[in-house]
């Protein structure tokens, strides 16, 4: 029934809107040329033909060899988060181009060319902080255990519900945002989880703080988006004086050749701003699969060179000799300071001399493992997943602390510094993305930017102002929300391609003296709203229906 009232909603105008001003739209409808379905083919199956290689080979590099069941589970679970990526491309890469086709700065089919490329390049050049701003979200439970029943069935819940909400405002031709869809997916499994164990308080199943950090930028960032859209317009118009940057475009004529270089350039722009901040979400959670499935290849980074290892295991003992100075005494095995430690981080209550304790312990037993076998590439595959665990324990632990108040009120400056150098050499360690990984979320986003990207640019073209948009318009919105997404890749924050564009287009549109389609704008604002708890909803009742599923199978 809500599906209903979006579809009627979105493809409604107000009447008098469209009495008072006749759109020329851009033409959008083009027969694809038999060559480029095959040349689509091809690299779509040279992906995944390269995926499949790759994974083949790193596992025979360090003698782990998959089943065939295990490698067919693996299968599924990367063409899943592919599937996320590809939806992710024709979704919200269209905010992209919307803009250059409507002012007929390019044709349709070669724009979503164009932004394909450039986000294949946005992704590969990214550097994959965002991506593991979103795992930080998970609870620390189902992270440590990823390759666990509950683990997979976390991936598999969180995934398929963002893909299925995405797909429902796509249909219906809604601007909606991949990154709020996701990360309420991930806030449904998390809480689901902690439901189902039973615990008191069902936030702990997440860190909170982490959430109202990422939270907090996906709602400041469409204001961004309409005041900054809305200001720069006005301050074109005081200092640009050619009308034709503020008029509709007559017909099919492409703009004046300096505004047309504009335009391509910003929508160049918010296309590798998208593809550098949209596409290491995927990254983040094929990397947990690939844990989860084949450990010993990917579990630690391999790559690291052997002659890094003594300069990490004198940072470590310099950390650890850090913790013991603060210390009330340490747990007696390594056992104990890892279940403290464990329980300090779902809490984040981290800032207390005991935890302090515990971290020496499993700092002192980290760089003592890893300089006996030498580096982090001869670890044998038995001992990978504990270790691994620790690393990660240590390493979210000494972020909240080297991020507290309190804690720096402890420590001096120059042992803050020696946490963090720590910090910087776990990371290396145990949060890096093969190649491999950045190339095929490349490919599935930029060739997703080239399927169905019709319904959301008719929608940011024709309906959210209440006349055609403007070359000045499309200019400042796109300007805005590559600045403002490029920001946020600097910062490690995921925001909204969608929301900080639309909301540019709509700040824009009251600059130039247009209205708001009020009822596009009201759609796009309830679908805003809803994504969170509808994500939730969907993935924490598919997190139960998979577990049950797993039980009653004996999993």
């Known amino acids: 029934m809500v599906t209903s009232t979006f579809a009627r909603d979105a493809l409604t105008a107000d009447s008098s809107a469209s009495d008072a001003a006749p759109r020329t739209g851009p033409k959008l409808d083009y027969a694809l040329h038999p060559a480029g379905r095959w040349i689509f083919l091809a690299v779509l199956i040279g992906g995944l033909a390269y995926a499949g290689f790759s994974i083949a080979f790193d596992t025979a590099q360090v003698g782990e060899s998959l089943a065939g069941g295990a490698f067919a589970f693996l299968a599924l679970a990367l063409l899943i988060a592919l599937g996320f990526e590809f939806v992710n491309g024709f979704h919200d890469?269209?905010?992209?181009?919307?803009?250059?086709?409507?002012?007929?700065?390019?044709?349709?089919p070669l724009a979503v060319v164009w932004s394909g490329f450039f986000n294949f390049l946005g992704v590969m050049l990214s550097s994959g902080a965002v991506a593991y701003s979103i795992v930080t979200l998970l609870p620390v439970d189902l992270i440590l255990n990823v390759g666990s029943v509950g683990g997979f069935a976390m991936i598999f819940a969180?995934?398929?519900?963002?893909?299925?909400?995405?797909?429902?405002?796509?249909?219906?031709?809604?601007?909606?945002?991949?990154?709020?869809?996701?990360?309420?997916?991930?806030?449904?499994?998390?809480?689901?989880?902690?439901?189902i164990r039973g615990g008191a308080d069902g936030t702990s199943g997440v860190d909170m703080a982490q959430v109202w950090k990422?939270?907090?930028?996906?709602?400041?960032?469409?204001?961004?988006?309409?005041?900054?859209?809305?200001?720069?317009?006005?301050?074109?118009?005081?200092?640009?004086?050619?009308k034709a940057l503020y008029e509709a475009p007559e017909g099919q004529t492409p703009p004046p050749r300096g505004i047309r270089a504009l335009l391509i350039g910003t929508c160049t722009a918010v296309s590798f701003a998208h593809g550098s901040n949209d596409g290491q979400k995927g990254m983040g959670l094929i990397m947990l699969i690939l844990i989860g499935c084949a450990p010993t290849a990917y579990a630690l980074n391999r790559t690291m060179p052997e002659s890094a290892t003594p300069a990490f295991v004198q940072t470590a003992q310099a950390a650890s000799a850090a913790y013991r100075a603060h210390a009330n005494g340490a747990p007696a095995s390594v056992g104990a300071a890892r279940a403290q430690v464990t329980q300090a981080l779902k809490t984040k209550h981290v800032s207390d001399p005991v935890i302090y304790g515990a971290l020496a312990t499993l700092s002192d037993d980290v760089s003592s493992r890893i300089a006996g076998y030498g580096s982090l590439g001869k670890?044998?595959?038995?001992?990978?997943?504990?270790?691994?665990?620790?690393?990660y324990l240590v390493l979210d632990t000494t972020k909240l602390i080297a991020a507290d108040t309190s804690a720096q009120s402890r420590f001096t400056a120059q042992e803050i510094t020696t946490l963090k150098s720590y910090n910087s050499g776990?990371?290396?360690?145990?949060?890096?993305?093969?190649?491999?990984?950045?190339?095929?979320?490349?490919?599935?986003?930029g060739l997703g930017t080239m399927v169905g990207w019709k319904r959301i640019v008719v929608t940011v073209g024709e309906r959210i102002g209440k006349t055609h948009l403007t070359y000045g318009m499309g200019a400042s919105a796109e300007l805005v929300a590559a600045s403002t997404i490029l920001l946020a890749v600097n910062f490690g924050m995921p925001v909204s391609t969608t929301h900080i564009l639309s909301s540019g287009v709509a700040g824009a549109s009251v600059a130039n003296g247009a209205g708001l389609q009020r009822r596009t704008v009201m759609n796009m604002a309830l679908a805003w709203v809803m994504t969170l708890p509808v994500a939730m909803l969907l993935s924490g009742g598919l997190y139960w229906l998979l577990l049950t599923l797993a039980h009653a199978l004996g999993y």
Do not use: C
């Open 214 to 242: 990422v939270l907090s930028a996906l709602a400041f960032s469409p204001i961004v988006g309409f005041v900054g859209a809305l200001l720069l317009l006005l301050v074109m118009k005081r200092f640009l004086r050619d």
């Open 426 to 445: 776990l990371e290396q360690g145990t949060r890096y993305i093969p190649t491999w990984v950045k190339v095929t979320v490349a490919l599935a986003l």
């Open 379 to 391: 670890v044998p595959a038995a001992a990978t997943p504990n270790l691994r665990n620790d690393m």
């Open 93 to 108: 890469t269209a905010n992209a181009v919307a803009t250059v086709i409507y002012t007929h700065s390019m044709p349709a």
């Open 158 to 195: 969180l995934l398929l519900a963002a893909i299925v909400w995405n797909l429902a405002t796509w249909a219906v031709g809604l601007p909606n945002s991949s990154s709020h869809a996701l990360i309420g997916s991930i806030l449904g499994v998390g809480l689901a989880n902690q439901l």
